[in-house]
């Protein structure tokens, strides 16, 4: 049985709305942002750690190959923002190199979870003395409306491959308004994984040790925490797919029985027939056209990009 605290959580959210609406829908869906409590930030971290999922240490690997060269394309003095931060890991190999060039430098971490932040400020402050750290915290709207406010030479890192779950008419909308608080000189440093054989995307969406399963069914469990809901996890199932066509892989959870749930925060009576399936996730993968017209559609110009030998990953540079 959820708290009262527990359940105003969504409850007296926009997310609400939002679960509420993706519920009635059809076909059914929720949004992905909802996988990122506690304990699907934790199962997230543990899935950039599995041997099926290339994406995180691809791009580190890249990041760090290659620092030296994006921050000379990107100029001298600059000011790091970073949108979606988190815990900021993989940016630390872009600090460590931008103070070996400048003696002092500013960071920006914009991330909607403030303890994400306080572990970023903790790490970073004891790694690197001579780096301020102004935390954000904000959503992606926010985080872009506070980015006008910051001044001098910036790089915005948007890594990590976030701008994937978005339909790519929505990255649009949201690197245009990145576009609009930045000046003649300064840089976006985008993240995104390549279009490939299904052969790798699918066991990195669907792992051996049932971690990317877990975390696809924590959106669930956070329901039956924060709204009283009573999913039952055991009969749904993971299900991950390569859409060949939108070049994206979808993950679902599919009821594996006809079954009745409730959601008493909502007052939301719902059906489920078997295998009836509630879309959780879109993890776009990119070609290099896909990318190129989604900079230029945003108003940036493709300056360079970097990958692994295999072009599992792309780590791009782009110029106002
Ligand atoms: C955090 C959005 C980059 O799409 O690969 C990992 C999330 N979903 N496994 C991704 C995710 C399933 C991840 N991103």
């Known amino acids: 049985m959820a708290t009262s605290k527990q359940l105003q959580f969504i409850a007296t959210d926009a997310m609400a709305l939002e679960v509420r609406e993706g519920l009635s829908a059809t076909p059914k869906r929720l949004p992905a942002k909802l996988f990122y409590d506690e ?3 934790e199962l997230f971290e543990q899935i950039t750690e599995l041997p099926e999922y290339y994406l995180t240490r691809t791009e580190r690997y890249i990041l760090e190959r290659f620092a030296g060269e994006i921050l000379q394309q990107a100029g001298p003095s600059l000011t ?16 460590e190199e931008l103070l070996q060039r400048q003696s002092r430098a500013l960071f920006y971490p914009i991330d909607v979870s403030p303890s994400a932040l306080e572990e970023a400020m903790r790490q970073l402050g004891r790694q690197f003395p001579s780096l301020r750290v102004n935390p954000i915290v904000a959503d992606y709207t926010g985080g872009v409306a506070a980015l006008s406010r910051i001044s001098g030479r910036k790089l915005v890192l948007y890594i990590g491959s976030s701008i994937g779950n978005f339909e790519p008419q929505d990255a649009v909308r949201i690197l245009r308004r990145v576009r609009q608080t930045l000046r003649a000189g300064d840089a976006l440093l985008l993240g995104a994984d390549f279009a490939k054989s299904p052969k790798i995307l699918l066991p990195a969406y669907d792992d051996s040790q049932g971690i990317t399963a877990a975390f696809n069914k924590n959106i669930l469990a956070r329901l039956n ?31 594996t029985a006809a079954q009745a749930v409730f959601v008493p925060a909502l007052d939301m009576d719902l059906s489920f027939e078997p ?7 879109n993890s776009y993968k990119y070609t290099d056209e896909m990318i190129e017209s989604i900079l230029r559609l945003s108003g940036f110009t493709l300056a360079q990009t970097w990958c692994d030998r295999k072009r599992w990953f792309g780590v791009h540079l782009a110029r106002v």
């Not at 790091?80 to 600090?95: D, M, N, P, Q, Y």
């Not at 925490?225 to 009969?235: G, S, V």
Request: charged residues 35%; glycine residues 6%.
């Open 275 to 281: 295998r009836e399936r509630i879309h959780t996730e």
């Open 39 to 41: 304990i699907g930030s």
């Open 80 to 95: 790091l923002v970073e949108l979606g931060a988190g815990t900021a890991s993989k940016t630390c190999v872009l600090i």
């Open 225 to 255: 925490r924060e709204l009283d809901a009573d999913f039952d996890l055991d009969r749904f199932r993971h299900v991950a797919l390569w859409n060949r066509s939108d070049s994206r892989m979808e993950i679902y959870l599919e009821s």
